[in-house]
């Protein structure tokens, strides 16, 4: 089983940027597709962004799309979410999340069963 650790959470104010990282430690990491998922207080987890292997393809959900970007860095074994022109209903708990295969899909489908310990993003108006 693969573990993911997630850094970089914090809170920002409406319009700022922030930057999760995610890095994975164990296992092998040959075709796995990452991505995030996040929850907010009262509300189901919600899938926001992934990656497949190497990182040819992405998803994204469409409250992010133009605002977030998802990267990895394959040597570094780290997956990145930028994310840019926050809004409160941004605020939320984010989790990495894990899948074996090579498309984003496979994350986006919730087929990955790796998952990290969550990091707090809080946005304020």
């Known amino acids: 089983q693969v573990q993911l650790v997630e850094s970089g959470g914090g809170s920002v104010q409406a319009g700022g940027s922030l930057r999760l990282s995610c890095t994975t430690a164990g296992g092998s990491v040959d075709t796995y597709s990452m991505g995030w998922f996040r929850q907010a207080p009262g509300k189901e987890r919600e899938f926001v962004a992934a990656i497949g292997w190497p990182g040819a393809t992405t998803a994204y959900a469409d409250s992010v799309k133009g605002r977030f970007t998802i990267s990895r860095d394959i040597k570094k074994n780290t997956m990145y979410l930028q994310m840019n022109s926050l809004k409160p209903e941004d605020t939320a708990v984010y989790y990495c999340?894990?899948?074996?295969?090579?498309?984003?899909?496979?994350?986006?489908?919730?087929?990955?069963?790796?998952w990290g310990q969550g990091t707090q993003v809080t946005v304020s108006s």
């Open positions: 999340n894990g899948a074996r295969g090579a498309l984003a899909s496979a994350v986006q489908a919730g087929r990955g069963d790796d």
